[in-house]
């Protein structure tokens, strides 16, 4: 969890254009700066227990990661429509591998359940997306990597605590400094841990003394997972949600994500299940609509915010939903994505939220972020020029705004 870069099957997700060979003056005057860095992080990270051989096992012959700065950097412009994020997610080789895995490790997948109160559908589903069930873990060494990350200062803070964290993990005996890989962003295992998540988090269900979660076995990453989600808030027996059918009158004013409402106001508001039936009354509900009018619609409980926690992404919590319902062998989504209909990338996102403040529809900043405070004054924008006011940013309706 954290990770920057998810594991897609058949490739990893974290390729970028090779760069230029950096001149030999700038590598020696970044290498300075390093050593620089790292004599003052010893400093501070012996402040925090860390004892003098451990630092220097888990630091000796580290140096900034070229790579990791690169990918660090290569934040993408351009975001996938949620279908597209979906084909890949929930594809049916990751339903296959998951059923196989859910399949074969039954017993012990069955346990940590009995043990955590979390689905174990659900965990499988976390592992076959973080790591397409253990097969793509990332080989990056840990200190290398949050080291750079750390050097490079944008993230400093972030980074020596979980660099620091790493060290702990080697100091308490749970593995070796010279195993401690994982992404190019410092999360591990098979579930993918940063290492202070790994404190708080980590369980030692085979009870062999350690909690190995880099292990072949993933046992111990999974019941970590389960504890995870558990110390989460996760509600045993709640789905994440379930896909729903709105009445062709909805009032699309009631589907602010920021509200849950019980089972009986939606039912007064006209949604059914998907096949026209009566709701199951599974405690609070939002509404997600993940494109707007003319595509699924879903009511989502308190666990799906739960999955967020995991990753705080609505298009990750859904793969997750999704992928778990598949394995244990029920349907996908059924509405039909309307695949014409584009997202805007985050330069188009920003233009419009500024323009839409600027015509009095106020979104709080322009960060090309498209969160409540947006898709409140897009509904506003929607109703005043009386469109269907589902706060969805387009590209048609970006070129809407752009016509004033």
């Known amino acids: 969890m954290g990770d920057e870069a998810r594991a897609q099957e058949g490739a990893v997700a974290t390729s970028a254009p090779p760069q230029p060979r950096e001149p030999h003056a700038d590598r020696q005057a970044r290498a300075l700066a390093f050593s620089e860095w ?11 227990g860390i004892r003098p051989e451990i630092f220097d096992s888990v630091m000796t012959g580290v140096t900034p990661s070229s790579r990791v700065r690169e990918l660090d950097g290569a934040q993408p412009e351009f975001v996938r429509p949620v279908w597209q994020y979906l084909d890949s997610a929930v594809s049916e080789t990751r339903v296959a591998n998951g059923r196989s895995a859910y399949s074969r490790l039954r017993p012990t997948l069955t346990a940590i359940e009995e043990r955590y109160g979390t689905d174990a559908q659900i965990v499988t589903a976390v592992w076959g997306l973080e790591t397409a069930y253990g097969s793509v873990r990332g080989d990056f060494p840990v200190a290398q990597s949050l080291a750079t990350l750390a050097h490079d200062g ?6 020596e605590r979980e660099l620091i964290g790493a060290m702990r993990i080697v100091q308490d005996g749970d593995v070796r400094a010279g195993s401690l890989v994982g992404s190019w962003a410092g999360a591990m295992g098979h579930t993918q841990f940063m290492p202070t998540s790994y404190h708080r988090f980590a369980q030692d269900f085979d009870g062999d003394g350690q909690r190995n979660i880099w292990s072949e076995d993933p046992t111990d990453a999974l019941a970590s997972t389960a504890h995870y989600l558990a110390e989460n808030g996760w509600t045993p027996g709640q789905p994440w949600g379930i896909e729903v059918r709105l009445p ?7 589907s602010d994500r920021s509200q849950t ?31 707007g009018a003319g595509g699924p619609a879903f009511l989502t409980y308190e666990n799906f915010e739960v999955i967020k926690t995991y990753n705080n992404s609505t298009s990750y919590a859904l793969a997750i939903g999704l992928l778990g319902d598949r394995i244990e062998g029920r349907t996908g989504v059924r509405a039909t994505w309307p ?9 188009d996102s920003r233009e419009l939220q500024e323009r839409l403040t600027a015509m009095g529809y106020d979104t709080q900043g322009a960060d090309g972020r498209i969160g409540p405070n947006t898709e409140r004054a897009i509904r506003q ?14 590209d048609r309706l970006l070129a809407l705004v752009r016509q004033g």
């Open 248 to 254: 062709d009158s909805f009032d699309w004013l009631l």
């Open 38 to 48: 790292q004599a003052g992080f010893r400093t501070r990270a012996l402040g925090e």
């Open 261 to 291: 409402h019980p089972a009986s106001f939606w039912t007064q508001a006209g949604v059914t299940t998907f096949d026209g039936g009566q709701l199951p009354d599974h405690g609070p509900a939002r509404l997600l609509a993940p494109v």
């Open 339 to 347: 695949r014409d209909r584009l997202p805007l990338s985050r330069s």
């Open 154 to 159: 944008r993230r400093r803070d972030w980074a």
């Open 381 to 394: 924008f929607q109703v005043d020029r009386g469109l269907t006011p589902d706060g969805t940013a387009t």
